[in-house]
């Protein structure tokens, strides 16, 4: 394991919980975080975080980790370091877009199904105690509730108590937000994430420098998720030959740049030594 690397890094976070061949660690942090049994969501799919726009002038968006269980629920997961302008409404539009995907052509809407937000977040974004809030649609004054079936969680790790609490979703966030080898060390031993364990172990530290390297040059450089950045590239997007440049001035192998912008090497090769890969 990579010193001081943890799955709060979005490379590691999305090895282990966005694998739609591996969904184990992922059913139990959901049941965790929605507080049912993993029973209760059956089967944990995870689909295609990319999520082209409805019309024309929509906008395509891409989710951290978008899953679909047996019961019907579409959930996002999204673990967000930085706080950026727009994050609340971005959870708010995220959940309703799942939703709106939800119901087919000529289906009432007593057939819409539950969508989730659930935003794990590495800063305190509520002016409010503890570190799990849920938020439903609600009549604050009149107290009463309309519905569940868009809601936005939001888990708040510098929350989080030192000490341990009875409560599976206190040793998952302890997991997620360690912020030391020594942290991460000491939460895999805990046998609530015993089946996190495997993927967590299973990168080099090598492996893991360069993923971040390359999620954070994207994420922090560019403000490109890496949906975004492969459909630039294959759109031929103004301005791809520089960002594939700069990408490999920064460390990153060409063959690394290769598989993250889904071209050959021979192609990003070509791009690095300034010739045309047409």
């Known amino acids: 394991m990579d010193r001081g690397v943890t799955p709060r890094r979005d490379a590691l976070f999305k090895w282990i919980f966005a694998d739609p061949d591996d969904t184990a660690a992922l059913g139990q942090l959901l049941a965790a975080v929605l507080r049912v049994p993993a029973q209760q969501l059956g089967t944990v799919t995870v689909v295609d975080p990319v999520v082209p726009p409805r019309f024309a002038e929509g906008k395509q968006i891409a989710y951290d980790v978008h899953v679909v269980t047996s019961d019907g629920r579409h959930i996002d997961v999204e673990m967000q370091v930085l706080l950026l302008k727009g994050f609340r409404e971005r959870l708010v539009y ?6 709106v995907a939800s ?3 000529g289906q009432g ?7 989730v937000t659930v935003a794990i977040t590495a800063f305190r974004l509520l002016e409010a105690d503890g570190y799990r809030h849920r ?3 609600y009549d604050p004054d009149g107290r009463v ?7 936005v969680i939001v888990l708040e790790l510098p929350k989080l108590p030192k ?4 409560d599976d979703l206190w040793h998952w966030l302890r997991f997620i937000g360690a912020e030391s080898r020594e942290e991460f060390e000491m939460a895999l031993a805990d046998p609530v994430v015993a089946a996190a364990v495997p993927k967590a172990r299973q990168f080099t530290d090598e492996e893991i420098e360069e993923w971040v390297k390359a999620r954070e040059f994207i994420t922090y450089t560019d403000s ?3 949906g975004r950045m492969q459909g630039r590239v294959e759109g031929k997007a103004e301005g791809q030959a520089e960002l594939i440049q700069a990408m490999v001035a920064s460390g990153l192998s060409v063959k690394r740049v290769a598989a993250i912008a889904g071209l050959s090497v021979d192609d990003v090769q ?3 030594d300034g010739q045309d890969s047409a």
């Open 94 to 99: 995220y959940a309703a877009r799942m939703l």
């Open 103 to 105: 119901l087919r052509r």
């Open 109 to 115: 809407y007593d057939r819409l199904t539950t969508a």
């Open 135 to 137: 938020f439903v649609m």
């Open 145 to 151: 509730g309309l519905t569940d079936v868009l809601q």
């Open 163 to 166: 000490q341990a609490q009875d």
């Open 224 to 226: 490109l998720t890496l």
């Open 270 to 272: 070509a791009i690095v």
